[in-house]
T-cell receptor, first 112, second 111 residues
Framework: DAGVIQSPRHEVTEMGQEVTLRCKPISGHDYLFWYRQTMMRGLELLIYFNNNVPIDDSGMPEDRFSAKMPNASFSTLKIQPSEPRDSAVYFC??????????FGQGTRLTVV | GENVEQHPSTLSVQEGDSAVIKCTYSDSASNYFPWYKQELGKRPQLIIDIRSNVGEKKDQRIAVTLNKTAKHFSLHITETQPEDSAVYFCAAMDSSYKLIFGSGTRLLVRP
């Protein structure tokens, strides 16, 4: 398995535009996590899924953020409209139940 | 919900000395405590983990201890080397498998 795959690796967009981040978890992992990393706030959990179902989205900062997991091999995190304060590295991670979470390489988002 | 606090935020040690990073958690139902190392520009990667039925675990130069009563756990790195320089994160997984991270410790090992 190639591990958790995220795309794009880098995204630069203008304020107000829609941004979609993508994640392919490791096959067989039933948990998927989306984290946002900034210098100020560290690794914040935004939302996590179990068997494609969102379990806890209390970390999603605003209604501008949404996440979906239409099947076991794909998830998206969407920001609409984007703002400069959304600039961060967004990580997706997957894990088998109750075990090590494997991280993707992250998407570095810059909103100008 | 779970809250994880981590100290110190930065730690500088001389090569060969030991480094200790401490974390506390709030949810007594949490049962899995991993530690991750993140090098500059890279993804966090697991270095060691411990479950709530174990008090201590060791892997070569790194060890983790867990005190369930006090709800704190610690990472110990002995004989530090320059390549140990990185940001270290503790985390706690609660009974619903939610994984919450501490704020991170930037470790610098001076040659």
């Amino acid at each position: 398995d190639a591990g958790v795959i995220q795309s794009p690796r880098h995204e630069v967009t203008e304020m107000g535009q829609e941004v979609t981040l993508r994640c392919k978890p490791i096959s067989g992992h039933d948990y998927l996590f989306w984290y946002r990393q900034t210098m100020m706030r560290g690794l914040e959990l935004l939302i996590y899924f179990n068997n494609n179902v969102p379990i806890d989205d209390s970390g999603m900062p605003e209604d501008r953020f949404s996440a979906k997991m239409p099947n076991a091999s794909f998830s998206t995190l969407k920001i609409q409209p984007s703002e400069p304060r959304d600039s961060a590295v967004y990580f997706c991670a997957s894990s088998p139940t109750g075990n090590e979470a494997f991280f993707g390489q992250g998407t570095r988002l810059t909103v100008v | 919900g779970e809250n994880v606090e981590q100290h110190p935020s930065t730690l500088s040690v001389q090569e060969g000395d030991s480094a200790v990073i401490k974390c506390t958690y709030s949810d007594s139902a949490s049962n899995y405590f991993p530690w991750y190392k993140q090098e500059l520009g890279k993804r966090p990667q697991l270095i060691i983990d411990i479950r709530s039925n174990v008090g201590e675990k060791k892997d070569q130069r790194i060890a983790v201890t867990l005190n369930k009563t006090a709800k704190h756990f610690s990472l110990h790195i002995t004989e530090t080397q320059p390549e140990d320089s990185a940001v270290y994160f503790c985390a706690a997984m609660d009974s619903s498998y939610k994984l919450i991270f501490g704020s991170g410790t930037r470790l610098l090992v001076r040659p």
